[in-house]
Structure formats: structure tokens, C-alpha cells
């Protein structure tokens, strides 16, 4: 899935492309790995596809365009763990 989120900082100069959407640079999310909230903020914690791990960021909710679905396959995997 596309995010919205600028160049991830720390993924900058790397040799995988990003797709323009709507005139802004945008990234793959490969995988949502965890979850933690930060006053009323739900952050997310971004595997960028193409990116090693080093990469990873904490993105808050609402910095994440295009992303429903990683977002709501997150939650399951989540869920079905902590029964």
C-alpha cells in the first residue's frame, strides 16, 4: 500500500523509488509492526517495502494516506495474537 507520508527521513538516497501521487512523493508499506499511543495519537510502527529495517519508522495515523488496508490487517494479526 502507498502512504502519504514524505521521504521516510531515514530511508532518503536509497535506490528505491517512490510513485507520485497527486505531486508528492510517496512510499510502500510493507508491514505495520506495532502500535503504541502517544497522548490521543495512535502511532504505527512503518516497515517500508525495499527498506531494511533500519528504516522503520514511527508514523502517527493520521500521517499514513493510502494505507487502510495494511492498517486493518495489522489490527487482525493484533488480535488474533492477544486472545
Known amino acids: 500500500m502507498m502512504c502519504?507520508?514524505?521521504v521516510p527521513r531515514t530511508a532518503q538516497g536509497s535506490?528505491?523509488?517512490s510513485t507520485i501521487?497527486?505531486?508528492?512523493?510517496e512510499y510502500e508499506v510493507e508491514e505495520v509492526q506495532k502500535h503504541r499511543t502517544?497522548?490521543?495519537r495512535t502511532?504505527?510502527?512503518?516497515?517500508?517495502?525495499?527498506?531494511g529495517?533500519?528504516?522503520d519508522q514511527w508514523i502517527v495515523?493520521?500521517?499514513l494516506l493510502h494505507t487502510r488496508q495494511v492498517i486493518e490487517d495489522y489490527w487482525m494479526?493484533?488480535?488474533?495474537?492477544n486472545l
Not at 501521487?21 to 512523493?25: A, C, G, L, Q, V
Not at 494479526?77 to 495474537?81: A, D, G, I, L, W
Open 4 to 6: 502519504g507520508v514524505k
Open 53 to 55: 529495517d533500519e528504516h
Open 77 to 81: 494479526r493484533y488480535s488474533s495474537q
Open 38 to 40: 502517544q497522548g490521543w
Open 43 to 51: 502511532q504505527y510502527l512503518i516497515h517500508w517495502k525495499g527498506y
Open 21 to 25: 501521487i497527486n505531486k508528492e512523493e
Open 15 to 17: 535506490s528505491t523509488p
Open 61 to 63: 495515523e493520521s500521517g
